[in-house]
């Protein structure tokens, strides 16, 4: 009888393949001036795992998802934490879009909030990420704040 195939264990290039995209996403996020502190950024195969601790929910979504836009992650393993200052202020989460063929950041922001004159709301959500509003594409995935 055969045996059952048995996972490999990760070659030398593969450990050194996602040590270079960890560098990488780690580089990314700070250069982004997102703000973390002990940010540690592992990769296996396309999913990526994220430790530290985010100044606010807002940054840690935003670091969330600038790594999880970067081609080659196909996943985030969110394992952030939050500064202990600001979980005294409640802020809510905010839903995760992404952006299909045709969709602009008003047309988001009409489906969204029922107002197209709000797309400047999502752009400031996802600024540093984004730096023009007429700049999105298919597959990203854009940060929908709540509206106060």
């Not at 450990?15 to 960890?22: D, H, I, P, R, V």
């Not at 997102?34 to 807002?58: C, F, P, Y």
């Not at 023009?132 to 298919?138: A, G, Q």
């Amino acid at each position: 009888p055969a045996k059952p195939a048995t996972p490999a264990a990760p070659s030398a290039l593969d450990k050194l393949e996602n040590a270079q995209m960890a560098l990488r996403l780690t580089n990314h996020v700070t250069a982004l001036g997102l703000k973390v502190t002990h940010l540690n950024i592992t990769v296996d195969d396309d999913k990526a795992t994220i430790t530290g601790e985010a100044a606010n929910q807002s940054e840690k979504e935003k670091v969330i998802l600038a790594v999880g836009n970067v081609a080659g992650i196909a996943s985030v393993d969110d394992k952030m934490t939050i500064a202990a200052a600001a979980t005294a202020v409640v802020e809510p989460e905010a839903t995760f879009y992404t952006v299909e063929s045709g969709d602009s950041l008003s047309k988001i922001a009409k489906s969204q909030y029922g107002n197209a004159s709000k797309y400047q709301f999502i752009f400031e959500a996802n600024k540093p990420m984004l730096k023009d509003p007429d700049k999105i594409y298919p597959g990203q995935v854009l940060r929908i704040p709540k509206m106060a």
